[in-house]
């Protein structure tokens, strides 16, 4: 039998879990609610907040597991891509914990265990997979041949989906964090009232930087014709925000099938939350006949448990790191 504890500080939740041969037996996140009056995530704030959560989250994890600490057999820890001193905390709890219960210490890249998320639970991708996967951060499509075996086909160029979501929000006086409140209005909204460009990047890659400041132009040059066009339209501007933005990263993964011949299609990442990126996906694996892979919602956002499933199968093959190991802010797949 093998017990992970797996944790993740990435950026702005803190977050344990326990994994026990496989299954996930605890996921415990700990937001934090002190970026919300700054419009995002200050990073000194994030690590500051890692550091009060750390001990109370994992030891929630333990319990809820209902197992004992010196049950423990490795360690799994964020190494990175994110915050440099957000990840600073958990990579040092990790090695603490680690080198106290003289236990291995298992890295993990922060961009696969979002996308090995889709181990936690069934049904379970077979390989090769193409995943998208979409974040605050990052915007990326990846072949997944192995658990470890990961070709990048293609990235944004500029900002990712998540941004340019989080960033049109602030243009339409939303709170942070805005993705959420965006999808929620575009359900009441029309998705064809506003017509917004695709931009045309070549090859798998993408770009949201163009969109960004149509979306701000729009918005500017209707609230001079009309000052309340934001309270009469929010719906309906944020429906189609999000269309345009669903329609540019699932016309990419379409032509990554294509020019690839792989079936099986899976999304991750925080973005993968959104109600319009998930409904488009399995209408589109219908219209092709395409295996859809969509993980839970609670396993999209950052969490410990993919650190855990990812800690785990490393486990299985021995891939355990020294206590030298340091956190890297960039990290590639």
């Not at 993408?206 to 729009?218: E, N, Q, R, V």
């Amino acid at each position: 039998m093998a017990i992970i504890l797996g944790i993740e500080s990435s950026c702005d939740e803190t977050s344990a879990s326990i994994c026990i041969d496989g299954e996930i037996k605890s996921n415990i996140i700990a937001g934090q609610a002190v970026h919300a009056k700054y419009g995002g995530v200050v990073p000194e704030l994030a690590s500051r907040a890692h550091q009060q959560n750390i001990i109370p989250t994992v030891d929630q994890a333990i319990q809820a597991a209902k197992i004992h600490k010196n049950a423990i057999d490795a360690v799994a820890f964020t190494r990175g891509p994110g915050l440099l001193g957000a990840l600073l905390v958990g990579t040092s709890f990790a090695k603490s914990f680690a080198l106290a219960r003289n236990i291995p210490l298992i890295e993990v890249n922060h961009m696969q265990a979002h996308i090995l998320a889709h181990f936690i639970d069934d049904p379970k991708p077979a390989f090769p997979f193409l995943c998208l996967t979409v974040s605050g951060g990052h915007t990326q499509i990846v072949l997944v041949k192995d658990y470890f075996e990961m070709e990048l086909l293609g990235e944004t160029l500029d900002d990712a989906a998540g941004e340019a979501f989080d960033k049109t929000a602030k243009i339409l006086n939303l709170p942070y964090p805005g993705g959420p409140l965006i999808d929620k209005y575009a359900q009441l909204g029309d998705p064809n009232k506003f017509k917004l460009p695709e931009p045309q990047i070549a090859d798998l890659n993408f770009s949201f930087s163009g969109l960004k400041t149509a979306i701000l132009y729009l918005i500017q040059d209707e609230v001079r014709k009309n000052p309340d066009f934001l309270e009469e339209n929010l719906n309906d501007v944020c429906a189609s925000v999000q269309q345009r933005i669903v329609t540019i990263l699932l016309n990419k993964l379409k032509k990554a099938a294509q020019q690839t011949g792989v079936s099986n299609l899976a999304i991750a990442g925080g973005v993968s939350a959104n109600s319009g990126l998930r409904s488009g996906l399995q209408a589109l694996g219908e219209r092709q006949g395409w295996n859809v892979f969509i993980p839970k919602f609670e396993y999209c956002t950052d969490n410990a448990a993919m650190i855990a499933i990812a800690g785990y199968q490393k486990y299985l093959v021995n891939d355990f790191v020294g206590q030298d190991i340091t956190p890297l802010a960039r990290m590639h797949v």
